[in-house]
């Protein structure tokens, strides 16, 4: 049975840095899109980062420059290092995987394609 934890959030002032880590387990499938969203309280689910099985990569233009996702297909597992952290940042972060090359049509991950969520974990930043 696939899953996805998710683990590495919590709180930080402005301008600090945190890394997220998402362990997958139960996917045996050779090409699988993963991702990062996050949502605030109030706002809808939205796309951060996503890494293809080949390792190419889109950002949100809110978090380009500042935000890195990686991928240790040997450890499955997937990291968001987020850096230079802003209270904008503030919210849940999920994990996702898609079953599928990542959606090339899309500048960023949409809720939409993807199946399977970790359950979240939280970032919070001060000013």
């Known amino acids: 049975q696939e899953q996805l934890v998710e683990s590495g959030g919590g709180s930080v002032q402005a301008g600090g840095s945190l890394r997220l880590s998402c362990a997958a387990s139960g996917y045996t499938y050779s090409n699988v899109c993963m991702a990062w969203f996050r949502q605030a309280p109030g706002k809808e689910r939205e796309g951060v980062a996503a890494?293809?099985?080949?390792?190419?990569?889109a950002y949100a233009d809110s978090v380009k420059g500042r935000f890195t996702i990686s991928q240790n297909n040997a450890k499955n597992a997937l990291y968001l290092q987020m850096n230079s952290l802003k209270p904008e940042d503030t919210a849940m972060y999920y994990c996702?995987?898609?079953?599928?090359?990542?959606?090339?049509?899309?500048?960023?991950?949409?809720?939409?394609?993807?199946?399977?969520w970790g359950l979240g974990t939280q970032v919070t930043v001060s000013s």
């Open positions: 996702a995987a898609d079953l599928a090359d990542c959606n090339s049509d899309s500048p960023t991950p949409v809720v939409t394609d993807f199946g399977f």
């Open positions: 890494i293809d099985t080949d390792g190419s990569t």
